[in-house]
């Protein structure tokens, strides 16, 4: 059976379950045949369906599934299409519609998050072992902290090929030239946050150089003196 990333828990709303009129108009043995059921379709592979490897499953299996015996099933059955408790797909399968819509509602949610993040982030890898995390479990700002957690670590890396520094790096080489751990903040930050791109937009190949080049001026060397920072133009 395929792994489901999944909620912690099966969304069971008592209010609803009490208001439902279709459900108060079944007898209580067939509402509780149908809770079971539900059960095994929140469970099921395809969520919402009561399905094994995608192939409807029998009356026969039900009754194994719930422990009840085909008479008392089939009365149930009966029952519930009579207040069109359920519906069936093309080639029969019993699914709850209200758990279909909502399992659609999360996919449309997580796939609205992963574009809004690439979108937020630019061309930065958005790795399987990140993306699969926007799932019911978690929300889309938590993964959005992740990523930024990671980004700041140094985790991310760049489709062209590039990598960049964490935090911690850009310090230690700016430290280690004479230059303060402000500027390297300021620096890090610069690049960071415009997806390592300079104010000309174009890509950071070789950061230590672009450090060089544009950071390590006297302003920006460890305190003796002026502690200004000049940002680069």
């Keep these: 059976m395929a792994k489901k990333y999944d909620l912690p828990a ?14 108060r108009a079944m007898d209580l043995d067939v509402r ?3 809770f079971e059921m539900l059960g095994f379709m929140w469970e099921s592979t395809e969520r919402g369906f009561l399905t094994i490897n995608g192939k409807p499953v029998s009356h026969s299996v039900i009754t194994r599934f719930i422990g009840c015996d085909s008479i008392v099933l089939d009365r149930a059955i009966q029952q519930m299409e009579e207040f069109n408790v359920f519906s069936r797909r093309e080639d029969g399968a019993i699914y709850c519609r209200k758990m279909v819509r909502d399992q659609e509602i999360r996919a449309t949610k997580s796939r609205a998050g992963k574009e809004g993040m690439k979108k937020r982030y630019g061309d930065f890898d958005i790795t399987p072992d ?12 938590e993964i959005e902290n992740e990523i930024i957690e990671d980004r700041i670590r140094g985790l991310g890396k760049r489709k062209g090929g590039y990598e960049y520094p964490n935090l911690e790096q850009v310090k230690s080489y700016f430290l280690d030239n004479g230059y303060s751990e402000q500027s390297a903040v300021k620096a890090f930050n610069y690049y960071s946050v415009a997806g390592w791109k300079d ?27 002026s502690s200004s920072i000049v940002f680069p133009r």
């Design 199 to 225: 104010s000309n937009g174009k890509q950071v190949r070789n950061w230590k150089q672009k450090m060089q080049s544009v950071w390590f001026k006297d302003e920006n060397k460890k305190p003796s003196g």
């Design 32 to 34: 509780m045949i149908w």
């Design 10 to 23: 099966f969304p069971f709303y008592f209010g609803d379950w009490r208001k439902a009129p279709e459900i």
């Design 130 to 141: 990140i993306t699969k995390g926007i799932t019911n479990t978690e929300t889309e700002t």
